[in-house]
């Protein structure tokens, strides 16, 4: 059975594993944030200072979504070893987020362009797997469960 593999960019990831680990580690950085909010408003309480708060907040918060965004370039990297692609590619799901960004900050209809990042997730995660060997590896079968495996 393939393993998820978050901190390295190299190998094949099939669709289903990519899906599942986008999900995974989503729901990580919810958990990672939250405990990031609940540590800085015990930090708040106990100094009765905002900028301890904030500081707390903005240390943790921060790794916690840095060691996400690198994970997911992670996962990324491998979907595009499945169908060929280089790894490197996955850094063009920045430049639509950055792209998206800065539509929300120019406002109006620029807001609009905050949909690049996800249709890029979508097409990285939606694009059929290179059935044979490629330069990065085998493709990983991924088998649905029989009867003798439950």
């Known amino acids: 059975m393939h393993q998820l593999q978050f901190f390295r960019a190299s190998g094949r990831l099939p669709r289903r594993f990519f ?3 986008v999900l995974l ?3 990580l950085l919810s958990c990672a944030v939250f405990v990031s909010v609940l540590l800085a408003g015990v930090a708040r309480s106990a100094t009765g200072s905002e900028t301890v708060s904030f500081a707390v ?3 943790l918060g921060g790794l916690s979504i ?3 965004l690198y994970s997911l370039t992670c996962l990324m ?3 595009l070893h499945d169908f060929g692609g280089p790894g ?3 850094l063009g799901f920045y430049a639509l987020l950055a792209v998206g960004i800065a539509g929300i900050r120019i406002g109006g209809i620029a807001g609009a362009l905050m949909i690049l990042p996800f249709a890029g997730l979508v097409f990285f ?3 059929p797997s290179d059935p044979a060997h490629n330069i990065y590896g085998d493709p990983i079968s991924a088998p649905l469960p029989t009867d003798t495996q439950l």
Request: aromatic share 14%; hydrophobic share 60%; charged share 10%.
């Open 19 to 21: 899906w599942i680990g």
């Open 88 to 90: 490197i590619w996955a």
């Open 66 to 68: 840095l060691a996400g």
């Open 77 to 79: 990297s491998q979907r």
């Open 25 to 27: 580690l989503l729901i």
């Open 57 to 59: 907040f903005a240390v």
């Open 125 to 127: 995660g939606t694009r």
